[in-house]
């Protein structure tokens, strides 16, 4: 049970992170439908784009975000690459989806599985999936300074 709850949080996290970084490019989008209509004015711009434009933005951030959301499967590949788990995480999660593979016993299957719960016990969430920006986001936050 602890490797789903590990997994789950670990997904939440990468889409809070992708959600925090299409935030930031529809605000972008927003201050930049607002310039435009203070450089151009309202004769050019009706003040409706200055609103358009942001809605837009926020939308297909979503989309982009939910399109970028990894599987369970890859999510648990990546905190046992970062966490140097061997591949624990993973392999319990695909011998925990309904019939083991040919190839591996019952037992096998439960034992891997009991060892990735324990060593999921130990994992801090935080460190394998950190908050994090992407140097575009950073370089752009060091422009606005």
Not at 47 to 57: E, F, R, Y
Not at 59 to 83: C, E, F, K, N, W
Not at 100 to 108: D, F, L
């Amino acid at each position: 049970m602890a490797v789903f709850t590990l997994v789950r949080r670990a997904r939440q996290r990468l889409l809070f992170n992708e959600l925090l970084s299409q935030g930031a490019n529809a605000s972008s989008a927003a201050l930049i439908a607002f310039i435009l209509l203070l450089l151009l004015g309202t004769q050019v711009l009706s003040w409706w784009w200055a609103l358009a434009v942001p809605l837009v933005a926020a939308g297909v951030g979503l989309y982009v975000a939910r399109r970028r959301l990894p599987s369970s499967y890859t999510v648990a590949q990546i905190v046992d690459h970062r966490m140097a788990l061997a591949d624990s995480l993973s392999t319990a999660l695909v011998f925990s989806q309904g019939e083991p593979p040919s190839h591996a016993s019952r037992e096998v299957c439960q034992s891997q599985f009991e060892q990735a719960g324990r060593l999921s016990q130990t994992v801090d969430v935080r460190k394998a999936i950190p908050y994090a920006m992407r140097s575009e986001e950073r370089r752009v936050g060091k422009e606005c300074r």
